[in-house]
């Protein structure tokens, strides 16, 4: 619905750059037209998606409802159109307009607390402090399904709460000023984690110490106005090129396929529209790819704060990564021998013969895949942290012949050696060493058993259990 109004809007634009253009056809500075459309149009979805939480679920409480039930009808339905919208214009994500639009959700985000998560349509059972940071893909107070009945309760946090990557925070949970939790980690059971705690693993382990870095609170907590001013005028621009591009991309593709369209020509309609769809994804991955370059050169290990001109670039890259080549193209090539052959134009060193089931890098220099390796779905070759409002790159480096299991995730600093095995949602923590053909799975990793079954046909399976 928000296409309507973003292209009228479009159409209104030319009313006044046509004559400043000389009267060229449209065509000729569709890009001018399609970034305020663009810009529009996440506007427009954003407040769409506002209007329906405020009109379907105007208050939502805790306690234990029926599926059956009014409330969770409605709750499914919000939770659904903002699903839809996150991951239509995931450019948002992370970015200074989140929490913006999280409040007009109804959610109580404090001053200076970054989020990019998917809260899904638990609004008003969520208190995030003042300089919190939530991570990508945390579970804030998910809901618990049991037997048809939906339960609902709240979270809580103080001011400089970090909650890490994939963590999950129960429902009824409280997490206290200054406390840290480790990506993929759970807190521990009793719903508090108190001030300053450091939790990390599943089941979770207390970390008695952790490292600390000084900073100036201009560059982590406590930023400018100019600098606030300055990042969201910049992120205003990432949010809105990908859309942008495609808008423009779309339409000179609809151009060309005007004539055999009108003509009745629907072999050549099938024919030169696969082409135009092909050639939109691959100019997609190019825009990409030139972003990269020209914002960031060359990644190398490094720490920079939050609210530096280096972090900025290097989360546009991130945007546009994904907005352009990966919702595009990417995710199609997933398992096909060409996935690893476009992540070499971004900078990643692959090797041959790899299998690659997952696109979740980021700094892409930093990570070394070796011959034969398998990356499977779900998992993250993560090449940096944020902690303490400082962003922390560090090199992966991935053996010949290694196996990473689905949905795990490995951190900065590592290097795997050749035919080490991996097990599905493990946790391989910054800075590891793990010697050649041996076996992990746990968060944190441990050392496994592999137990091998006979062979089946040409293949043989591997499971893996707990040293």
């Known amino acids: 619905m928000p296409i309507v109004p973003a292209f009228k809007l479009m159409e209104y634009f030319d009313t006044f750059l046509n004559p400043l253009m000389g009267g060229l056809n449209y065509l000729w500075y569709m890009p001018l037209l399609a970034l305020p459309t663009a810009a529009s149009l996440v506007l427009f979805t954003a407040l769409f998606i506002v209007a329906i939480r405020w009109m379907i679920l105007p208050r939502i409480r805790p306690g234990t409802y029926s599926v059956f039930s009014g409330i969770y009808i409605r709750k499914w339905i919000v939770t659904l159109a903002t699903e839809v919208m996150l991951d ?9 307009y989140m929490r913006g639009w999280y409040r007009l959700m109804g959610a109580r985000i404090g001053k200076g607390s970054e989020i990019s998560t998917n809260l899904s349509g638990r609004y ?3 208190n995030i402090g003042e300089g919190n940071f939530i991570a990508d893909d945390v579970q804030m107070g998910d809901e618990g399904m049991r037997r048809n009945w939906m339960t609902l309760g709240s979270v809580t ?8 990557n994939e963590a999950v925070i129960p429902l009824n949970y409280s997490v206290e000023s200054g406390a840290l939790i480790g990506v993929k980690s759970r807190p521990p059971e009793g719903g508090n984690v108190g001030a300053s ?4 693993g599943s089941p979770p382990i207390k970390m008695p110490v952790r490292q600390f870095f000084d900073a100036l609170a201009a560059s982590t907590y406590e930023p400018s106005k100019l600098r606030i001013l300055g990042r969201a005028l910049f992120e205003a621009f990432n949010i809105s090129l990908p859309t942008a591009l495609f808008i423009s991309l779309a339409t000179y593709g609809m151009v060309l396929l005007a004539d055999p369209v009108t003509e009745g020509s629907w072999a050549e309609v099938i024919f030169y529209g696969i082409c135009v769809v092909v050639a939109i994804d691959v100019l997609q991955l190019l825009m990409a790819v030139a972003c990269k370059w020209a914002f960031m050169g060359v990644y190398k290990p490094t720490i920079k704060p939050m609210w530096s001109w280096w972090a900025m670039r290097t989360e546009a890259v991130a945007v546009m990564y994904w907005g352009m080549a990966g919702k595009a193209l990417l995710e199609h090539l997933c398992g096909t021998p060409f996935l690893p052959l476009v992540l070499r134009l971004f900078g990643v060193k692959t090797g041959k013969g790899i299998f690659m089931d997952a696109t979740d890098i980021t700094e892409f220099d930093c990570v070394t895949i070796g011959d034969y390796a398998v990356i499977n779905s779900g998992a993250c070759l993560q090449t940096h942290l944020y902690e303490d409002r400082l962003m922390k790159v560090g090199r992966i480096k991935v053996g010949n012949d290694v196996t990473i299991g689905a949905g795990s995730t490995v951190l900065y600093g590592t290097q795997i050696g050749d035919g080490a095995i991996i097990g599905p949602l493990t946790l391989i923590m910054k800075g590891e060493d793990l010697p050649t053909r041996t076996a992990w ?3 944190p990793a441990q050392p496994a058993v592999k ?7 040409f293949q043989q399976t591997t499971r893996l259990v707990a040293a």
């Open 88 to 96: 239509t214009l995931s450019s948002i994500f992370a970015t200074i």
């Open 124 to 126: 008003d059972l969520i």
């Open 157 to 164: 946090t103080g001011s400089k709460v970090f909650i890490g």
């Open 197 to 200: 705690e450091t939790w990390f």
């Open 441 to 443: 799975v746990g968060c």
């Open 451 to 457: 137990v091998l079954t006979s062979p089946i046909g």
